[in-house]
């Protein structure tokens, strides 16, 4: 009998329901019903056991048959049916692009050796997969205090770099060699030296340096007179033939400074032919290190130069720009005491003839001064240049600010020598007047991009660290939409308004503007507000036939050029309007079609802010930041790839 049949039972209801004492013939009853349904309850279970084990035996039969599927598609499958050539090239394209591969077993190319014996074969079997590393060579004062473990991960990281060297055969090698790794004390400790397994690994590199075509080198002056001692200790008398770019990022730590004396003793290599040089020398004397690599440094051979953190008497520097003519991409970063002065106080400006001439230099980027006196840009001439970026260092001060504009700044006059200059970089809060920025717009009316750049002081960063995010400063975004109305203000761009007569003072800016970038920016309301209206000026009904507008023609128009390139990267509340909607919604109402003949390129990599009070400064946090950015999202300060 089922229980529900027990409960249908009139005799039994009062029983269930209240706390009734039954009879003894409604007990016997009662006690048989349960024996009853406890045989059915001991049925279903050995049911339940049967078709679990059932069930158990048909997962194991999928699980084979899985695998059996599994086994036969693989060898169906398109990869599969590559020839070993294509799918090595196909490996090629899974090294990092914006970094040196790690010699860890989580990323290519070491992680392809993990899938199959048929991938680490050709992986393996291809020398270019294995020409790219990142190495650390460990240093320190004391080898007595490091323990076991650390002796047995030394040991298997320099045997994995060198094996993954010698796969590379004999292709031209592209290192990161960070000297700087302290092991059992400080990192500038003076009598710092190798371990000695990293000693082994480096003198092992060090014997490959035929085959260096870049080289990175981070470390300090005392972990590079180490490798200078282990090069003389040794008998070597490395060459450099195949090298073409060198980058130095090197500190001085404790000792470096007397340790410098030796020139020759801080790089002793030799016969290369470089063409990209960047150095970061926090804290070092430039002039100094740049002897100590004379020769590997054919300055006349020079296609791409970097320069960070320089400080100092300005003038030798100069003189080395003389002799690199070949000079395509400059970038120099100054900052603290740097003066144009020499060091017996002499301060001269050069003559017409004396012009620094750079014939082939398109890109220049410098970080120094103001648009002031002292600005050293009129030293240059660079009839080729077509894009340049100005990062001001210090805040201009006038004794009569109504005469700015009256004032005939070198960088200006450099400027106006600049008549195929297409894309000009500029960082607007460092200018702090009107004057400064409307008279450096009016030196370049051809440009046909600018961009504002916002990000914090670039100065700031190693040349081979990530860059920074944006600032949240009430002031900054004040000033921020001070200078965008400065620039496109309506009475300069609208063209729905009559220009001025011909010999009114009034110069319509920026005719020829086709492309507009605001890079690193917070944007709260009134920055997006601003960032709008001026893009929505500058987007006409029409676009001309070839898109390039004659500067002649241009300077004269009614109308001027239509943007066609729109870039915004930053951060912004999340109550901020959607500044890439509005845009789209303005432009299709006039006629413009977007991605066509008008691109959109907004972007938020480092996440919305939900709230700041209006007294902050400081940057977003660490949490946004990590949140929101990536190396595919990032940029780097600094560099001029070739």
Request: proline share 6%.
């Amino acid at each position: 009998m089922g229980a529900f049949d027990l409960i249908s039972k009139e005799r039994f209801r009062p029983y269930l329901s209240n706390d009734g004492v039954p009879g003894e013939d409604i007990l016997s009853e009662i006690l048989s019903d349960l024996e009853n349904l406890e045989k059915q309850r001991e049925g279903t279970i050995r049911c339940i056991d049967v078709l679990n084990l059932t069930l158990s035996a048909l997962q194991k039969q999928r699980r084979r048959l899985d695998h059996e599927i599994s086994s036969y598609k693989s060898v169906l499958s398109p990869i599969r049916r590559l020839p070993d050539d294509m799918l090595s090239e196909i490996f090629l394209h899974t090294l990092p692009s914006t970094r040196h591969p790690l010699p860890v077993l989580t990323e290519p190319p070491l992680l392809l050796t993990t899938v199959c014996k048929k991938w680490k074969r050709i992986a393996e079997a291809t020398p270019r997969l294995w020409s790219k590393l990142h190495i650390v060579c460990p240093s320190g004062p004391n080898s007595a205090t490091v323990d076991e473990d650390f002796k047995l991960l030394v040991y298997q990281y320099t045997t994995g770099v060198k094996r993954w060297l010698e796969l590379s055969h004999d292709t031209p090698l592209a290192l990161f060699l960070s000297l700087d790794a302290p092991y059992g004390g400080s990192m500038y400790y003076p009598d710092h030296h190798f371990h000695p397994l990293a000693e082994e690994l480096l003198h092992f590199i060090i014997q490959q340096s035929p085959r260096w075509s870049t080289l990175e080198l981070s470390c300090t002056v005392p972990t590079l007179r180490l490798m200078y001692r282990l090069i003389s200790a040794s008998g070597m008398h490395p060459t450099l033939p195949a090298l073409r770019r060198l980058r130095f990022h090197i500190e001085y730590g404790e000792g470096g400074e007397s340790q410098v004396e030796d020139r020759k003793g801080l790089f002793p290599f030799s016969n290369s032919s470089i063409t990209e040089l960047s150095l970061n020398l926090w804290g070092h004397p430039l002039f100094k290190f740049l002897s100590s690599i004379y020769n590997v440094t054919n300055w006349g051979t020079l296609t791409h130069l970097t320069i960070h953190n320089f400080a100092g008497y300005l003038q030798p520097l100069l003189g080395t720009f003389r002799k690199c003519p070949q000079l395509e991409a400059l970038l120099l970063s100054c900052y603290g005491n740097t003066r144009l002065e020499t060091e017996s106080g002499e301060f001269t400006w050069v003559t017409p003839s004396e012009l620094i001439s750079m014939p082939k230099l398109t890109t220049f980027t410098l970080q120094y001064g103001n648009d002031d006196e002292y600005n050293f840009c009129a030293f240059f001439d660079t009839p080729a240049l077509t894009q340049f970026s100005f990062y001001p260092t210090y805040y201009k001060e006038f004794l009569n600010v109504n005469e700015a504009s009256n004032i005939s700044s070198p960088l200006r006059r450099f400027l106006a020598r600049c008549s195929n200059l297409r894309s000009l970089t500029l960082d607007p809060r460092w200018l702090t007047s009107k004057q400064d920025m409307v008279s450096i717009i009016q030196t370049v009316p051809q440009i046909e991009h600018i961009t504002f750049n916002h990000a914090s002081r670039p100065m700031w960063m190693h040349n081979f660290e990530k860059g920074t995010y944006p600032i949240i400063s009430e002031y900054d975004d004040q000033r921020y939409t001070r200078h965008l109305n400065w620039l496109f203000g309506v009475q300069l761009t609208d063209s729905d308004r009559p220009l001025p007569a011909s010999n009114s003072s009034v110069q319509q800016l920026l005719p020829n503007i086709q492309a507009i970038s605001f890079l690193e920016i917070f944007i709260c309301p009134k920055v997006a507000d601003a960032i709008m209206e001026v893009c929505k000026s500058r987007i006409s009904r029409t676009i001309s036939e070839h898109g390039i507008r004659d500067d002649n023609i241009a300077s004269n128009s009614v109308s001027p050029a239509s943007l066609n390139y729109i870039q915004i990267t930053g951060a912004k509340f999340d109550s901020t309007v959607a500044i890439e909607d509005e845009l789209a919604r303005y432009a299709e109402s006039i006629g413009r079609r977007v991605g066509e003949d008008l691109v959109l390129d907004i972007t938020y990599p480092w996440g919305p802010i939900t709230q700041v009070s209006e007294d902050t400064t400081d940057r977003l946090s660490i949490f946004d930041h990590q949140r929101g950015l990536s190396f595919a999202t990032d940029r780097t300060w600094g560099f001029i790839e070739a």
